[in-house]
């Protein structure tokens, strides 16, 4: 199983870096060729994706491909620090 990505040393994570190198070209791809997304709450109805939620939607992709995660302890640590921020 492979090591989420904050957990690799800085080599593996300028390897694993490469995903990113396909975000822009996919994105100009996607323009002109669109990319179609199938939502749930319209059973057999797809939607056209374009522009920031392109743009979005392949970082996550990469990221994904990057295993690139927050673990929940990460997720409440980060969400009690903004509320203690937010308290002052």
């Not at 059973?43 to 920031?52: I, N, Q, R």
């Not at 939607?57 to 990057?66: D, E, H, T």
Request: overall charge positive; aromatic content about 16%.
């Amino acid at each position: 199983m492979k090591k989420r990505y904050q957990d690799c040393t800085p080599i593996i994570k300028i390897w694993r870096m490469r995903y990113y190198l396909e975000v822009p070209l996919l994105w100009l791809w996607h323009q002109i060729k669109p990319l179609k997304v199938y939502i749930d709450e319209k059973p057999g109805e797809y939607e056209t994706v374009f522009g920031k939620n392109l743009w979005r939607l392949l970082v996550g992709n990469a990221q994904f491909k990057m295993n690139w995660y927050y673990t929940m302890d990460e997720v409440m640590g980060r969400l009690k620090n903004i509320d203690s921020k937010d308290e002052v």
